[in-house]
């Protein structure tokens, strides 16, 4: 048996009277929050618009079809992970290809497993951060970018 490392919450007082405040106004999944986000957000990144959107599902969605990713590619993806990571896969007739995870002390995508499954059908890389802990992303863009070459295929990172 094992234990998955969870985390303990530290939501605050700021955080509870946030939602209470934006559960109160009537707009929880767009409205004066989400443009107060998308304008703070645009300024930190130095762009112009950005846009939030109501949950991760529609944002993989949205990714996947922005990088033109189809039927007859393939998208690498975690073994563990929720199902929202496979379904933008699907959403756009692409082929989910699952990587195990590095092993049981590490429950995110391996960078090992990545490399071994990278065909000329690959086209991306869902990475998911599990349980709020981070994959090792100092291994998994090297890959991206030795792979990502001319005729590869990859659209860019996810």
Known sequence: MYNIPLFELNFGE??????SETIKSRW????PKCDELEKLFAKMLNVDY??????CTNALHLAM????IGEGDEVLCPSLTFAAS???IRYVGATPVFCDITGYDNMNISPD??????TNKTRAIVVVHMAGFP???GNVNPLSATYSVIGRGFAKDL
Do not use: P, Q
Request: proline residues 0%; glycine residues 4%.
């Open 14 to 19: 700021e955080e509870i009277l946030a939602v």
């Open 28 to 31: 929880i999944s767009t409205g």
């Open 50 to 55: 950005a846009i939030s959107l109501d949950n």
């Open 65 to 68: 079809r922005l990088c033109e």
């Open 86 to 88: 496979v379904n933008c």
């Open 113 to 118: 497993e990545i490399e071994k499954s990278i």
């Open 135 to 137: 994959a090792n992303m």
